[in-house]
């Protein structure tokens, strides 16, 4: 299943790419964090149990995807914050390459929710933070 996600993540250009229990398989191409949040929140059935393909995974994709119940996650580039976190769930997680941190669009610094969410314990404590973030940018 892995692999197949993979492939469409690579030849459809999406940003993430879901299959639910259920096997729909949907790909999606928001910025950031964008689509794993707005799943948590407005279809959070579609993420119990998925497995998810994803181009970049930092500590606040890890902690949605945790929350959402994900079962197995592949990222092409997954932060050590992110891995850390995971070691805490059960999800199965698989990567391509392993960075220190994720960085921003700009190139010259950290990824705004990988510095906010670096120092949680917890996926819920990533969750707020999140939120606060979003909620201050809208």
């Not at 914050?81 to 391509?96: H, R």
């Not at 669009?105 to 314990?121: H, N, Y």
Request: proline share 4%; glycine share 10%; hydrophobic share 40%.
């Amino acid at each position: 299943m892995i692999e197949s996600l993979r492939g469409k993540l690579r030849s459809e250009g999406y940003t993430l790419v879901v299959c639910p229990t259920c096997g729909e398989v949907r790909g999606f191409e928001g910025r950031g964090v964008s689509d794993l949040y707005r799943l948590l929140n407005e279809e959070p059935d579609f993420l119990n149990g998925a497995t998810i393909a994803d181009k970049v995974v930092g500590r606040a994709a890890a902690a949605l995807m945790i929350l959402g119940g994900a079962k197995m996650v592949h990222s092409e580039v997954i932060s050590t914050p992110a891995l850390q976190l995971f070691d805490g769930s059960d999800v199965e997680v698989t990567f391509g390459l392993e960075v220190p941190h994720i960085i921003n669009r700009k190139r010259d610094g950290w990824c705004p929710l990988e510095i906010r969410c670096k120092d949680c314990e917890s996926p819920e404590e990533c969750l707020k933070r999140i939120e606060a973030f979003i909620n201050n940018k809208e």
